[in-house]
Nanobody, 118 residues
Framework: QVQLVESGGGLVQAGGSLTLSCRVS????????MSWYRQDSGKERELVAS????????TYADSVRGRFTISRDGYKKTLYLQMDSLQTEDTAVYYC???????????WGQGTQVTVSL
C-alpha cells in the first residue's frame, strides 16, 4: 500500500512562493507517475502537474505553466511542487497522487491547504 504525506501548505500573499512536498512510503518510487492535483471549494479537482520517468517527462496545466515547477527526488522518495508568482486563483487544497505505471492503481495523499491572499 502506497502512502503519501503532503506538507508545505499555508497562507501566502499574492506574488509570493510556496513549496509543497509529498513523501512517498517505502516503495519503488520510479514505478509511479506522480502528480499534483488541487480542488477549491465548489469546484472539481483539477490536475496541476505530473512527472514521470524516464526524462523525466513533465506536464502542466495551462493556468500554472511558467509559474509552478514539479520535481522528484528518488533518493528521498519525495515529490515537490515549487509555486511562484502565486495568485488568489491558486487557493485550493493540493493533493499528491501516485499512479502505478503497470496496474494504473491510484493513491492519494490527505491534501494540504494553500491560501493566497491579496
Amino acid at each position: 500500500q502506497v502512502q503519501l504525506v503532503e506538507s508545505g501548505g499555508g497562507l501566502v500573499q499574492a506574488g509570493g512562493s510556496l513549496t509543497l512536498s509529498c513523501r512517498v512510503s517505502d516503495v519503488p518510487f520510479s514505478r509511479y507517475k506522480m502528480s499534483w492535483y488541487r480542488q477549491d471549494s465548489g469546484k472539481e479537482r483539477e490536475l496541476v502537474a505530473s512527472i514521470m520517468l524516464p526524462g523525466p517527462a513533465t506536464t502542466y496545466a495551462d493556468s500554472v505553466r511558467g509559474r509552478f515547477t514539479i520535481s522528484r527526488d528518488g533518493y528521498k522518495k519525495t515529490l515537490y511542487l515549487q509555486m511562484d508568482s502565486l495568485q488568489t486563483e491558486d487557493t485550493a487544497v493540493y493533493y499528491c497522487q501516485a499512479t502505478d505505471r503497470f496496474t494504473q492503481r491510484q493513491f492519494w495523499g490527505q491534501g494540504t491547504q494553500v491560501t493566497v491572499s491579496l
